[in-house]
């Protein structure tokens, strides 16, 4: 069957942190260091904000671009590693608080930072399949609250949502092909009961065995039947631990710095982890022309990558998202370190708060 993307929306914290800020407080790194990333600030997530309510509003963003009826909606698929439940389903939520039918499909999936292109590529399953007539499928990450204060990644540990509305029939682009790449790699990882994210060490995460050796090898096997040649493509999205690592990569894989600065998201946002991809991949797609190419390749650590391959339709020309990513990057509102750590409750006396009340 064939299928496409119909909509695709983004939620994005207003409040926002500069590496200065945490610099000042811990003086860990040295300014130099951490600019070099690429990354000038990234989001902090308020109270009443988490890995659901950023779901929920992107979500929604999503299925109005698309102009499908709630209705229409057969599964949703939440991608994510920071819900704010271990047990219960944080889609279940999403799915109640976007009005959808009960009867449809509906299931978290953990792939850390690919966890949002892994729920991608299960709602489009679901499509071609004829299981549903249209999937939701979202990405969406609180890692700005799950990094320990003085963690090297805090300076760019951020939050953020994606979603894409997948439906039978042209849309405004159509997935070509996709490959997939996975190792058992431990480079990022946190364990139960824990609140803060861990490293494997700088064997892991400072060496090519992680993420570039997973983007590399899901590209390479993506081009085993069809090699696809750099200059197709008008953009390439990669995932963005910062804004340092797109440019590196993809230069390895032939593409230019014209081709993968129009997705560039983490110079203001930071990580957003299971979001960044999909933020990224609507970023360009704003900008889109008709048949237009777009390479797609996310990265989760533990680890693995999905990549696949966009073509735009004749009807991305009358379709831009409105507000559009560049719209919730300039629309901010700068805080300082102790209103960060207030914010997302670093040093707290309860547990876990359960309302904004306690």
Known sequence: MDSGIWGYGVSIPRRRITIEQVNDVWKNIPLQAVKARGVKERAVLGPDEDTVTLAVDAALRAVKMSGLSLKK??????????????????????????????????????????SGTSAFLVALAFVNSGMAEAAIAVGADTLSSHVSPGDSQEYVASSGAGA???????????????????????????????????????????????????????????????????????????????????????QKLGFSKEQISPGIIATFLGNCGAASTLIS????????????????????????????IIKTSSKIGGARAEPSVDDFISKKTMIDYASYIKMERKYHTHERKVSTFD
């Open 73 to 114: 909606i057969g599964a949703l698929i939440l991608g994510s590693q920071t819900s704010p439940y271990h047990t219960r389903p944080a889609a279940s939520i999403v799915v109640e608080a976007m009005g959808l039918r009960n009867d449809v499909f509906a299931a978290d999936i953990q792939f850390s930072g690919k």
């Open 164 to 250: 894409l509305v997948i439906g039978s029939g042209e849309g405004i682009a159509k997935i070509e092909t996709s490959a997939s790449y996975t190792t058992d790699t431990p480079d990022f990882f946190r364990l139960d009961g824990e609140r803060y994210i861990r490293t494997g060490g700088a064997a892991m995460t400072n060496t090519e065995v992680g993420m570039e050796n997973h983007v590399i090898r899901a590209w390479e096997s993506l081009n085993h039947g069809q090699v696809h040649s750099p200059n197709s493509f008008k953009y390439l999205v990669v995932q963005q631990d910062d804004a340092r690592v797109p440019f590196r990569i993809g």
């Open 281 to 308: 991949l609507a970023k360009v797609m704003n900008e889109s022309v008709p048949n237009e190419k777009i390479a797609v390749i996310s990265y989760g650590s533990g680890a693995g990558s999905d990549a696949f």
